[in-house]
């Protein structure tokens, strides 16, 4: 074979090879960028502020309140509700507020008041719905003019709802209404509607009414 020839043979078979492998370079270069990209997201941190969607909800508190006072007004300017604790945590994920050692004095359209303590208190955002838990006491003192006696509930665990002054509770609450005493294994109190349902095993102790 002379030189000529071999250097036709030889360019033949360049141009045969790199044919083939022009054939198989986007197959190629696609496993190229797939591996990068596969790299790519196993080194690279999430960002978790992309979306709400990616935010990992953690119930934290974001701000803590240490011997405070919170008073709340109607659009009047009148004094609606004080709220007192030795530290207080608010969680953004619920919009509650945690309280340790409550005080809440309440005070109605009519100037009665009702004070609520426990050992633990949890309230909604709007402070109208507070959980009482431990040692849980509401009282609604009497309103001077009326019939209407002074009123405590005692328990573990007492809900109270501040706007419609509801008391409810799940679980063995004591109701003392005026001279009178009851105690229950679940109890419903509806204080506009004067209503009140006990449930499980009811007691009760009836002093009988002194003449005026």
């Known amino acids: 074979m002379t030189v000529l020839a071999r250097v036709g043979a030889g360019w033949r078979w360049t141009r045969t090879t790199w044919d083939r492998m022009a054939m198989y370079l986007p197959v190629i270069l696609m496993g190229v960028l797939a591996l990068g990209t596969y790299w790519l997201a196993r080194n690279t941190p999430a960002f978790l502020g992309a979306s709400d969607a990616q935010r990992r909800v953690v119930h934290d508190p974001d701000y803590f ?36 050692q409550p005080r809440i004095r309440s005070y109605d359209d009519h100037g009665a008041v009702t004070v609520s303590t426990a050992r633990t208190a949890v309230s909604n955002g709007d402070g109208s719905e507070v959980q009482l838990i431990g040692n849980a006491v509401v ?13 405590e509930f005692r328990g573990d665990f007492l809900d109270a709802f501040m706007n419609t002054e509801q008391v409810k509770s799940h679980k063995p609450v004591t109701l003392i209404r005026g001279n009178d005493q009851f105690t229950a294994d679940q109890m419903d109190y ?7 349902q006990l449930h499980g095993r009811v007691h009760g102790t009836l002093q009988p009414a002194h003449p005026k």
Do not use: C, Q, S, W
């Not at 009282?139 to 009123?151: F, W």
């Open 65 to 100: 309140m240490h011997d405070f006072a919170v008073r709340t007004f109607d659009v009047n300017g009148r004094l609606k509700r004080e709220v007192f604790g030795t530290e207080g945590r608010h969680y953004p994920d619920t919009d509650t507020l945690e309280i340790d």
């Open 139 to 151: 009282v609604r003192e009497a309103l001077a003019g009326t019939n209407v006696p002074r009123m």
């Open 190 to 196: 509806d204080n506009l509607d004067r209503v009140m």
